[in-house]
């Protein structure tokens, strides 16, 4: 078991109705901006709800942010902080809104260029970020209760992630009632991110951390559970609670502490995004599979281990059960309606591993996976493998 | 799934080395107490190390707060921080050690009389305790990453809880190193102990917090592993790193979110410590398992569950996995030396059912039990069933 640092401070109100107490958790005097996606908020009734909790506060508007959010809507977004004097943020919305808000609240204490909070070497952002909350409405990417960001910029096609102890939430709603209104294919999106930043934590070299193990399994477990629940037609508060709270546990700090952690399906995703738009979490339900057969020396012991805790599957080897586990993971992207292959999204895909090799050879890339030896040569044959 | 508020704020520095970090954690111009027990930490290394990493700090010492702590010699305490204008507290200690500093925190910001912070209705303290730090030396009670804390008056021969949002420990460092020198039969007590913990907020009506429940099924499961390891006389790091994180996940908040919870088994141990002065952890033990036999139908689904998730007892019907359930327990504690009967303890338990009943009839107990409908009367035979 590594050492590790643990620090979590951001308050979580989950539940149905928990949106109206955010009146008590910002400050009575703050001038506050809240910032949202396309609009989805005022078709299901999450807009007029944050209005009127706090329609004794001061509060400004800024819509607009874009899925995998756009520096140049931010930086406009920016403006309208400074030139309002705001001091409180409020992200209504899903992983990018509350990702770009994360980037509005350390650049908004930031003196100089913004871009270079992402661009520096170190990229994390030291200081203390301006205070905001979250009301989360699409559960997936976990940011809702962590310090990490991922901003894009269309002009260089570029897309960076940052963070720092400074940019967690203050607090962040969980309401599962959101759940109700979000396109199934989003859903799908969710429950594949969701699973694969357990995986990204725990599909590694055997480790000794035990209690860490098995969480990371609960988790992997409830989503299953949940799945065909969320993805059926029927409202089933329950499972949409049970999903919701998965997303957020699996990208909260705690099941990466004591364990060395992977994150290529992740990198190597990124690019099939940037060249292709494919969503983030199709993208590694593409990458991931075959990931995990061309590093199954190193991962098969995991691989089995998810096998037979995960999936209940205790027959045959340690290779057998690895490689069914293999299988079983496809088949549960597919059980979403989310395929794992790269042809099955573009015909365009000619090209991709070289693409994908240059791209990391270029960034001087110390090392991919848990143990940093996988090279762009690797990488290579990676995406190769998920034509 | 039921509504909650979850908000833990404590920074974690897990592992070995990590005390030497202190430094860090602490503001220079400090006036540090460091408070502590009957001096264990001067033989296993403890002490030298927090004097080596707050030797330019401006550090006082108390030692000498006892098992079960003591209001007398924590007022004794107070006293010294307000003469001596002290504004830091760090406990280096186990349980009770930290649950002093809660109280001293508590009370250092208090006005009036320091024993109404116990005993007035609500029995939380709202404001912001006095800042503090922890340095585990004896996994077992959670405390170090929790806000609650219980204390107790000899004079009244009272037992009393409290806590509050602002009784957080600013950091806790946890280094399984200090597992080499604890006595086994305090080892055995701090499974039992954390395990209890689990139980009790797990061990209730069939709830639909799907991930709760395996987090829980996942410390339960991680406790057993590691248990033989702890208990053995050769040290193994890891299996004291699993135990240690066990202890602290166990009580921290995270399991109890969502889900209804019992605590029953504490109120009738917290008896039983009371008139013989069995060890908490020992008490549990002795309560748990007629506690679980005399509410079979109420629990009987967990029960089952348990014994399918946390033993892999897949044969029979919910009863009799049920039945099983509560014998794997019984056989759990004893394997770690700790026996189940209040007779074990003591042959002076005539009469214990009756007391038991009267202390909580006058206390006005407004129902024990997960669902608040267990009466003095079921408690006095739940007792009567331990003898």
Same mark, same amino acid.
């Given at each position: @078991?590594?050492?590790?640092?643990?620090?979590?401070?951001?308050?979580?109100?989950?539940?149905?109705?928990?949106?109206?107490?955010?009146?008590?958790?910002?400050?009575?005097?703050?001038?506050?901006? @809240?910032?949202?996606?396309?609009?989805?908020?005022?078709?299901?009734?999450?807009?007029?709800?944050?209005?009127?909790?706090?329609?004794?506060?001061?509060?400004?508007?800024?819509? +607009?942010?874009?899925?995998?959010?756009?520096?140049?809507?931010?930086?406009? =977004?920016?403006?309208?902080?400074?030139?309002?004097?705001?001091?409180?943020?409020? =992200?209504? $919305?899903?992983?990018?809104?509350?990702?770009?808000?994360?980037?509005?609240?350390?650049?908004?204490?930031?003196? +100089?260029?913004?871009?270079?909070?992402?661009?520096?070497?170190?990229?994390?952002?030291?200081?203390? +970020?301006?205070?905001?909350?979250?009301?989360?409405?699409?559960?997936?990417?976990?940011?809702?209760?962590?310090?990490?960001?991922?901003?894009?910029?269309?002009?260089?096609?570029?897309?960076?992630?940052? $963070?720092?102890?400074?940019?967690?939430?203050?607090?962040?709603?969980?309401?599962?009632?959101?759940?109700?209104?979000?396109?199934?294919?989003?859903?799908?999106?969710?429950?594949?991110?969701?699973?694969?930043?357990?995986?990204?934590?725990? @599909?590694?070299?055997?480790?000794?951390?035990?209690?860490?193990?098995?969480?990371?399994?609960?988790?992997?477990?409830?989503?299953?559970?949940?799945?065909?629940?969320?993805?059926?037609?029927?409202?089933?508060?329950?499972?949409? $609670?049970?999903?919701?709270?998965?997303?957020?546990?699996?990208?909260?700090?705690?099941?990466?502490?004591?364990?060395?952690? /992977?994150?290529?399906?992740?990198? @190597?995703?990124?690019?099939?995004?940037?060249?292709?738009?494919? /969503?983030?979490?199709?993208?590694?339900?593409? &990458?991931?599979?075959?990931?995990?057969?061309?590093?199954?020396?190193?991962?098969?012991?995991?691989?089995?281990?998810?096998?037979?805790?995960?999936?209940?599957?205790?027959?045959?080897?340690?290779?057998?059960?690895?490689?069914?586990?293999?299988?079983?993971?496809?088949?549960?992207?597919?059980?979403?309606?989310?395929?794992?292959?790269?042809? /099955?999204?573009?015909?365009?895909?000619?090209?991709?591993?070289?693409?994908?090799?240059?791209?990391?050879?270029?960034?001087?890339?110390?090392?991919?996976?848990?143990?940093?030896?996988?090279?762009?040569?690797?990488?290579?044959?990676? &995406?190769?493998?998920?034509?």
């Amino acid at each position: @078991m590594l050492n590790f640092e643990f620090k979590n401070p951001t308050k979580i109100l989950f539940g149905k109705g928990e949106i109206a107490k955010i009146s008590n958790e910002i400050p009575k005097d703050a001038k506050i901006l @809240m910032i949202y996606g396309g609009g989805s908020i005022k078709k299901n009734g999450v807009y007029d709800q944050v209005k009127e909790a706090l329609k004794d506060h001061n509060l400004h508007e800024f819509g +607009g942010v874009p899925a995998n959010p756009e520096y140049e809507v931010l930086v406009n =977004a920016l403006s309208f902080i400074k030139e309002k004097n705001i001091n409180y943020l409020l =992200a209504v $919305g899903g992983g990018s809104v509350i990702d770009g808000v994360k980037f509005l609240s350390a650049a908004a204490n930031y003196e +100089g260029e913004p871009w270079e909070i992402l661009t520096k070497p170190v990229r994390t952002f030291e200081g203390e +970020g301006m205070p905001f909350g979250t009301i989360l409405t699409l559960p997936a990417t976990g940011s809702e209760m962590n310090s990490g960001y991922v901003i894009s910029r269309r002009e260089t096609n570029e897309k960076l992630s940052s $963070g720092g102890p400074g940019l967690f939430p203050q607090f962040s709603v969980l309401d599962p009632e959101v759940i109700r209104s979000i396109p199934k294919n989003q859903i799908a999106n969710g429950i594949a991110d969701a699973y694969t930043h357990v995986l990204e934590q725990y @599909m590694t070299s055997p480790s000794s951390a035990d209690l860490q193990e098995r969480i990371a399994e609960s988790i992997l477990i409830s989503l299953q559970n949940a799945a065909p629940k969320v993805m059926s037609d029927d409202f089933d508060y329950d499972a949409a $609670g049970n999903f919701m709270w998965c997303c957020t546990m699996a990208l909260n700090g705690l099941i990466q502490k004591g364990v060395i952690t /992977d994150w290529a399906v992740h990198a @190597m995703g990124h690019e099939l995004t940037a060249y292709y738009g494919i /969503d983030h979490a199709r993208t590694l339900a593409v &990458v991931a599979p075959s990931h995990y057969r061309y590093n199954f020396d190193t991962k098969k012991g995991k691989l089995s281990q998810y096998a037979e805790r995960v999936w209940g599957i205790t027959e045959g080897s340690t290779e057998e059960k690895a490689e069914q586990a293999i299988v079983k993971l496809e088949e549960f992207f597919h059980s979403l309606q989310i395929q794992t292959k790269l042809s /099955d999204y573009t015909q365009d895909f000619a090209g991709t591993a070289e693409r994908v090799e240059k791209a990391f050879t270029e960034r001087n890339w110390l090392g991919l996976g848990e143990n940093k030896n996988l090279t762009p040569q690797d990488a290579f044959k990676i &995406v190769e493998m998920s034509y």
